[in-house]
């Protein structure tokens, strides 16, 4: 068996977005689906490996980037989606949606006496680029002896919304992606200082709105931490050694001027020693549930450290206490023997 790995570092920001913060990812459902899930809805997430029999006998593994299962309350059976994130707009992405909702549809299939019934998820693309001519949809047309199916696979282009947009809609999955709308101007930012500037503050506008979103229970600390850490990774990723004065102030931004604001913040508002108390336990809190989930994987205390961009001086408190609760790593309890 070969395995096909066509994973990106956006794919992976994509997945560990809906594995971190699951209900994120629901107002993106609502919006490519038109559903009016509020949020109070499970959640339950699917593997992400499918196999594949190519033509030359072998089974190849892909990895979808998101199958999952949402379920309102007394909802038995729920609705699945399929959820994939596409950098650039191709022809051959419709073949590989089919490929996989095909074989996520044989995961839910039900024999009733000589009837096999298959069910095909809900699936979505979003694509990251896109131009005037990239389609809103893609259509899936199945010709058999008892007629014609056809199914719609909905296209969200990040392109076609604006920071006002994103924040009423509640669309936080989308901010990690957000430098990509400026993609076509980074040459322009890298050149001139005062457009740089420019762009800088529309990032620093965005940390203060997840802040305020914070503060307003809209979204908490942990998911803060978790947007901004995943938009500092698709700018290092995007960004790399092409633009690096473009890289280096929109990182500051996620780092030494977030922390000045929110600093300004407290001094204004004169709770500053209960903030930074609060911000404290809100990054031990994300480091914890981090590593939690990196233990339930079988991951050791080097490749945590990797994997999370941490000294392991860093993450070594934690792990040695987290590990004395295996297998379920729970993280309240982990936490009341931190403290």
Not at 73 to 79: A, M, Y
Not at 316 to 330: G, L, Q
Request: glycine letters at 4%; hydrophobic letters at 35%.
């Amino acid at each position: 068996m070969t395995e096909i790995n066509e994973t990106t570092p956006y794919d992976d920001v994509f997945q560990t977005e809906v594995v971190e913060c699951p209900k994120l990812i629901i107002p993106v459902i609502n919006e490519a689906f038109h559903e009016h899930y509020d949020g109070s809805e499970t959640v339950m997430q699917f593997e992400n490996e499918i196999y594949l029999r190519q033509q030359n006998g072998y089974e190849g593994k892909r990895i979808t980037d998101k199958s999952l299962c949402i379920k309102r309350e007394n909802d038995k059976r729920g609705t699945s989606y399929h959820l994939e994130c596409q950098s650039v707009a191709d022809k051959s992405m419709a073949v590989r949606m089919y490929e996989y909702d095909t074989q996520l549809a044989l995961k839910d299939k039900e024999w009733t006496e000589n009837t096999l019934t298959v069910r095909f998820p809900n699936s979505a693309i979003l694509y990251l680029r896109s131009t005037k001519n990239t389609a809103d949809k893609i259509t899936m047309i199945l010709e058999t002896s008892g007629g014609c199916v056809s199914y719609l696979i909905p296209l969200i282009k990040l392109k076609d919304y604006d920071l006002e947009t994103i924040f009423r809609k509640d669309l936080y999955f989308l901010i990690p992606f957000w430098i990509f709308v400026y993609e076509d101007k980074l040459r322009k930012y890298e050149k001139d200082e005062a457009e740089r500037d420019k762009l800088v503050q529309e990032f620093v506008n965005i940390i203060k709105c997840l802040q305020e979103s914070c503060e307003s229970g809209i979204i908490d600390e942990y998911t803060k931490c978790m947007l901004i850490d995943m938009s500092k990774k698709v700018v290092r990723n995007l960004l790399g050694n092409k633009f690096p004065k473009v890289r280096e102030e929109v990182e500051n931004v996620f780092g030494g001027k977030v922390l000045e604001f929110e600093a300004r913040t407290i001094k204004n508002q004169g709770k500053a020693e209960g903030r930074l108390e609060g911000r404290l336990e809100g990054r031990n809190q994300y480091l914890t549930e981090c590593i939690c989930k990196k233990l339930r994987k079988g991951k050791d205390i080097n490749l945590i450290a990797e994997e999370l961009e941490e000294e392991v001086s860093v993450i070594e408190k934690v792990y040695e206490v987290a590990k004395n609760f295996a297998p379920d790593y729970d993280v309240e309890e982990i936490l009341k023997i931190e403290v």
